[in-house]
């Protein structure tokens, strides 16, 4: 064979291929060993080339395990790439689903309130069966409240609830099971045993008889040292009012009146102030009497014009004579903005005494505080919107002890600084008075000693300081949580006042010097007052 023959048909190599032996050791051989066998270097046992066997293009036994792991950590990369994705969105969708710390505050206090109305409703020796479908409702959807995550107390005590409702209610009665379960869609008719639901689940509006037999044990009489207003409970042991019916008393002289409890429940009991706004005129006072079921606030806060209304109060009839928890009638006439605040105005008969009642729909449920009454016309008087009333007690049940002293705090100067101010007017009048009377008496030909010879010891001052008043005087005097400028201004306005009695008690001198000493005293009056605006930073005339 030439050369050239020899170069052009070469004799081909043989291909590699790779067989596996038992042991596991893979072994490289070639195209020749096919249908053969070869031994194994590792085990010394003989493996079979198969017929179709896999070749390795790339005789480097190395480079081809190199290659074989490269693709088998890539693989292994996506994969892992894939789970940490997979895993990323289900946090992400695990968190967005988690509740706000506003929502858990929300549902604590709703669980709060639920749970204390049941622990208030199995404290009572008999107890209205028809309110425990509320009850059952209220606790067993607080209690299912997503973001609640404690909540075995109050299981237990729906739990009793409902063991205590099986104890009272009658044998065979078909809203036994339907309230214990929490369905309270179909009340049972007492022909056949059974009891009725509360009106307010019912449908169609309740006689006036009826809103006053369920509500009036809630409205309480205020009384103070000068005043008397209305008041209701709408929570657990929180009694709402207007501003203006504890402006300017004593809150260690404050009492409360139920009106239409038995002798033993009217009172009198003391109160603690827990919150005030002055710009919507409410207050809101608590009082430790558990048993009181409160009144309820209607659900929905939309003016309805022409609605039927029923207010409770008890107005002055006299400055000895009380009506107590007296009832009117009226319809809810239109809105009004006055002074930038908005009120619904009543068709309604009013009267002093009745400031701080509810205003009762037609389910007894609240929709408005009695507030104002018109000067001149009769039977027109406002009231504040129960939205406004919900937002207070939203604030209420957000307060905090330190919150709660300053509220009392703020009272106590406001209630010191406006009853020395209603003493000084008093007392500035009558020394005026007693001026014009010198005045005349030198004009008959007479003296200014002989016109004040002639006054009625009786007709003098004759304002005595209340007990109360001794006490907050005493107890502001020593308060180091007031400034120490707001308490020697009110010291100093104080002891202004004094003076100025003191001039009507035992008056002296001539016409001359006693108009004068009235204009000094007056002046210091309105110096100090002055200074105590800006330091309190409100208008003293407005208190």
Known sequence: MSQSEDMASPNPTPAPVRVQCRCGKRLIANTSHIGKRIRCPGCGETVSVPATPVIVVNNNPDTARSTRRKLITIESLYVFTGLVAVASIAFVVWYLSLPTPAEIESARLRLHAANAAAQEWLEIEDPDVSEASEIVMNLETAISDRAITKNTAEKQTLTQVKQKLAKLTPAGSSNTSKVASGDISTPGSPAQGGWELPRFLSSGPMTTEEIIRNSERAVVMIKGDTSSGTGFVIDRNLIVTN?????????????????????????????????????????????????????????????RRGLDVVVIGSPGLDQQTVLENAVSRGILSTTANLDGIEYHQLSIAVNPGNSGGPVLDDQGCVIGVVTLKSPTKEAVAFSIPSADLKKCLGLVKQQSAAERETVQRNHTIRSITTRIIKRERINERIMSLYAEGMRASIAAGGTASGFLDKLDKRNKSNLEINAAMKRDLAAFAIDSTISESIRSKIADLWANQLEIESYIDSPRGTLLTYEAKLLELSDTHKRLCNSLETLLGYDLDDE
Not at 249 to 274: D, I, N, Q, R
């Open 243 to 303: 501003k203006h019916v504890i402006r300017g008393e004593s809150l260690s002289a404050l009492e409360v009146y139920f009106p239409s409890e038995p002798t033993s429940g009217k009172g009198p009991f003391k109160t603690t102030l827990v919150y005030e706004d002055p710009r919507l005129d409410l207050a809101v006072l608590e009082i430790d009497r558990p048993e009181v079921r409160p009144l309820r606030l209607a659900n929905s806060t939309e003016f």
